[in-house]
């Protein structure tokens, strides 16, 4: 990996971690209000989603392949990684667009994944399968308040990512993923995360299905977060 490759890719890092802090540095005017959180999220989310609209146009202009599209659902057995704002957000979603028996089903589906990967070393978790609990006939039922890991995941071969998924447990072969949509997505959000910390709102990620669990059964509360509290302390990692 050549020095200006690593040079480039500092610099995007940089450049989308700087635009996520100042979203939110200037949309979330008071750390009280979940609502402007909410309202800086669905901003960045589209945004980001603005900005992968755009490199698939540049790809297919190029004869560069992009295998994703609805019912592909290969990487949704994969362990994800979310900020906790990021899964108050999708609470907020849940809540508001499911019934309270969905919302059940999805809790019990949480759960179950939760206690499948319960004890696995990071290395360990990269290495098992198992649908994610939003997961229903390969789609997606909460496509809108994915989270960001969700939205930047994008493949150029799904024949790698079919790959992945028969053979999870092979730890040398993985998707082939476009790596600037990775950075771009990854930078923006740590930078948005930042300015939560700056903002004394503890952020720290944490398995998707285990922190879903916890917020949607409000073992972790919004109200306690917002104030301050390290409410990731009340579940390990």
Not at 159 to 172: A, F, G, Q, T, V
Not at 202 to 224: H, S, W
Request: charged share 25%; proline share 2%.
């Amino acid at each position: 990996m050549g020095k200006n490759y690593l040079e480039d890719m500092s610099s995007i890092a940089s450049v989308f971690y700087a635009d996520g802090y100042n979203l939110a540095k200037e949309m979330i005017r008071k750390k009280y209000l979940l609502t402007d959180i909410f309202h800086a999220m669905t901003q960045q989310y589209q945004t980001i989603d603005l900005l992968i609209d755009s490199f698939s146009s540049r790809c297919r202009l190029s004869n560069v392949n992009i295998d994703c599209k609805k019912g592909c659902g290969y990487c949704c057995y994969q362990p994800v990684f979310a900020s906790i704002h990021e899964v108050f957000y999708m609470k907020d979603y849940v809540n508001n667009h499911f019934s309270s028996n969905q919302i059940s089903e999805i809790k019990a589906k949480a759960k179950s994944k939760t206690d499948y990967s319960q004890g696995n070393t990071d290395a360990e978790l990269l290495k098992y399968s198992y649908p994610c609990p939003l997961l229903d006939n390969g789609v997606c039922i909460a496509y809108n308040a994915r989270p960001m890991a969700c939205r930047i995941y994008m493949s150029s071969d799904v024949k790698s990512c079919i790959k992945r998924y028969e053979l999870h447990d092979n730890d040398k072969d993985f998707p082939a993923l476009f790596e600037f949509l990775l950075v771009a997505g990854r930078n923006m959000n740590a930078g948005f995360a930042g300015r939560l910390e700056e903002m004394k709102i503890q952020n720290a990620e944490m398995r998707f299905e285990k922190l879903l669990y916890f917020v949607l059964n409000d073992d972790i509360n919004e109200i306690k977060w917002l104030n301050g509290d390290k409410v990731l302390d009340l579940c390990t990692t």
